[in-house]
């Protein structure tokens, strides 16, 4: 297995805030990764995949980046749609693990 | 559009059995592959299982092995998980998502069901 680290757990941002979620693999992946968002009550929704590919339909905003080990999904400009849970995870290998995920709250 | 519609969760006993079925439209249902995802109360999203395309390939996390199966009826255009000895732990929003990739099977899951209520407790 991989195990998958997100940090940071929660953050607190404004509107029109930049944000940037981390996450590391156990070992290389190399462009392996994707990324989720997720709101209570919803259907997670695929954002990220190959690492920095932008899934059809989701804003321009969001972005990926990293290979191996280490990657990164920013948020240029944080919109009051933002605020959600969000997971990455690998598909290198099965199990397909996922991050611990990190909440993003309003300030 | 692409919907998939999960059924069959609710309450249960440890060590007891269920059977969560995944009905697809929208697309041409034996060309992708399926996965289970669920996510327990106040945590994150686990990866559970995988079924290939064409039924040939399975993989599962290890917590389910053993315990679990998935299977697909292409002519039902239905994936299943079959939870045998269910744990209190197992207790979770079970969601069904399509694979990305075109008769291939590559992890990044493109389109998610709303998800399935399974709880085991006595």
């Known amino acids: 297995d991989i195990p998958m680290t997100q940090s940071p757990s929660s953050l607190s941002a404004s509107v029109g805030d930049r944000v940037t979620i981390t996450c590391r693999a156990s070992?290389?992946?190399?462009?392996?990764l994707n990324w989720y968002q997720h709101k209570p009550g919803k259907a997670p929704e695929l954002l990220i995949y190959g690492a920095s590919s932008l899934q059809s339909g989701v804003p321009a905003r969001f972005s990926g980046s990293g290979s191996g080990t280490d990657f990164t999904l920013t948020i240029s400009s944080l919109q009051p749609e933002d605020f959600a849970a969000y997971y990455c995870q690998q598909n290198y290998s099965p199990p397909f693990t996922f991050g611990g995920g990190t909440k993003v709250e309003i300030k | 559009q692409v919907q998939l519609v999960e059924s069959g969760g609710g309450m249960v006993q440890p060590g007891r059995s269920l059977r969560l079925s995944c009905a697809a439209s929208?697309?041409?249902?034996?060309?992708?592959?399926l996965h289970w995802v669920r996510q327990a109360p106040g945590k994150g999203l686990e990866w559970v299982t995988l079924?290939?395309?064409?039924?040939?390939?399975?993989y599962y996390t290890d917590s389910v092995k053993g315990r679990f199966t998935i299977s697909r009826d292409n002519s039902k255009d239905t994936v299943y998980l079959q939870m045998n000895s269910l744990r209190v732990e197992d207790t979770a929003v079970y969601y069904c998502a399509r694979d990305i990739s075109y008769l291939d099977t590559s992890g990044p899951m493109e389109y998610w069901g709303q998800g399935t209520l399974v709880t085991v407790s006595s």
């Open positions: 929208g697309f041409t249902f034996n060309q992708y592959a």
């Open positions: 070992q290389s992946i190399d462009k392996y």
């Open positions: 079924i290939s395309y064409d039924g040939d390939t399975t």
